[in-house]
């Protein structure tokens, strides 16, 4: 687990994250092509659900916070 300290205000935020080049190689905060790297995210993803599973932890609510472009829970979808 990871945090931030000190948390950005809302301001710097949103101007973080209000744009699309924040997933798409702007210089700075974010990513330099996340988007290329989706099947990377769900073989990574599909192993922890994989091992989430061998432990009985299936089924229920899944709550993703900070979730990107959501890899995550369309992993755990299929």
């Keep these: 687990?990871?945090?931030?300290s000190p948390l950005p205000d809302q301001e710097m935020l949103l101007s973080i994250y209000s744009g699309n080049d924040y997933y798409s190689g702007r210089n700075g905060p974010g990513y330099t092509d996340y988007i290329s790297y989706a099947r990377a995210h769900a073989f990574t993803y599909g192993r922890l659900l994989g091992q989430l599973s061998k432990?009985?932890?299936?089924?229920?609510?899944?709550?993703?916070?900070?979730?990107?472009?959501?890899?995550?829970?369309?992993?755990a979808s299929n």
Aim: net charge positive; charged share 10%.
């Design 55 to 75: 432990k009985g932890i299936t089924g229920g609510s899944l709550l993703e916070i900070g979730c990107g472009m959501g890899y995550f829970l369309k992993t």
């Design 1 to 4: 687990m990871w945090y931030l």
